[in-house]
C-alpha cells in the first residue's frame, strides 16, 4: 500500500510560520497529483492546497491565497506545505493525500496521511 507521512505540526503564534512535508513511500510519487486537506472541529474536511503531476498547476483555497505555497519534490518523493502568516482559524488537523487522476481540485483523493495537528494561537 501507498504511505504517506505527514510531520512539520506543531504549536505556533498567530503570524508565524510552518512547514509541512508529506513523504510518500511504496508508490510512485511522480505519478500522483499531491493535495493538502485540513479538518477542524466540527467541520467537513476542506481542500487547502493542491499540486499536479507533469506539467504543474496549483490550487489554492481562497482562505489560504497568498499565505500558502504547495511544492513537491519528485526526487525526495516528498510535498510541502510552507504556511505563512497563519492565524488561528487555520488551526485544524493536516492531512497529505495522493491522488491517481489528472484532477486535483476534489476531495476524491486516493490515500491519505495520518494528519498532523497545527495549533495557531492569538
Known amino acids: 500500500q501507498v504511505q504517506l507521512v505527514e510531520s512539520g505540526g506543531g504549536l505556533v503564534q498567530a503570524g508565524g510560520s510552518l512547514r509541512l512535508s508529506c513523504a510518500v513511500s511504496?508508490?510512485?510519487?511522480?505519478?500522483?497529483?499531491m493535495g493538502w486537506f485540513r479538518q477542524a472541529p466540527g467541520k467537513e474536511r476542506e481542500l487547502v492546497a493542491a499540486?499536479?503531476?507533469?506539467?504543474?498547476?496549483?490550487y489554492y483555497a481562497d482562505s489560504v491565497k497568498g499565505r500558502f505555497t504547495i511544492s513537491r519534490d519528485n526526487a525526495k518523493s516528498t510535498v510541502y506545505l510552507q504556511m505563512n502568516s497563519l492565524k488561528p482559524e487555520d488551526t485544524a488537523v493536516y492531512y497529505c493525500?495522493?491522488?491517481?487522476?489528472?484532477?486535483?481540485?476534489?476531495?476524491?483523493?486516493?490515500?491519505w496521511g495520518q494528519g498532523t495537528q497545527v495549533t495557531v494561537s492569538s
Open positions: 511504496r508508490g510512485t510519487f511522480s505519478s500522483y497529483a
Open positions: 499540486i499536479s503531476r507533469g506539467i504543474l498547476s496549483t
Open positions: 493525500a495522493a491522488r491517481i487522476g489528472l484532477a486535483i481540485e476534489t476531495i476524491n483523493y486516493n490515500y
